[in-house]
């Protein structure tokens, strides 16, 4: 909920359509989600090289650098790892309009915080692979 009522959302000319369309693919979030040492930012890091050698657009977002920036006024407790979790989803949601496939690396142990984020896109944008997925890889 926005603390103003002034608020106008911009359009561009210049629309994710297009930026897809010149890119030569679709824009989408990876999130690889689990606990501390479960390999996130490795494989992260991996498909981005791949991605990255066949000529796509990437770009990681890793949950360590964000809490080093963005939401380094953020702890641990649950109120803030949902914080934490929902402004990294609108962080994805801006890199997914710039027609950029974005991987996102952290720890997100409530279900209820990855579901809201997963509102934040349409079908067919938002994949997560967890931990588990990860452990058998």
């Known amino acids: 909920m926005n603390k103003s009522s002034d608020l106008v959302r911009q359009h561009a000319t210049v629309t994710r359509e297009r930026r897809e ?52 006024d953020l702890g641990f407790s649950q109120e803030d790892r949902g914080e934490n979790l929902r402004r990294v989803g609108e962080l994805s949601s801006l890199f ?16 209820q915080d990855r579901e809201l984020v997963r509102t934040m896109f349409k079908p067919g944008e938002f994949f ?3 931990d588990d997925l990860i452990s058998r890889i």
């Open 128 to 130: 997560e692979i967890s």
């Open 96 to 111: 997914v309009e710039a027609g950029v496939i974005t991987l996102v690396a952290l720890i997100s142990p409530y279900k």
């Open 21 to 72: 369309r010149q890119n030569g693919h679709k824009s989408f979030v990876l999130c690889f989600t689990g606990l501390s040492g479960a390999g996130k930012s490795t494989l992260a890091n991996a498909v981005e090289e791949q991605l990255h050698q066949a000529g796509r657009r990437t770009f990681v977002l890793d949950g360590d650098n964000i809490r080093h920036g963005l939401n380094r």
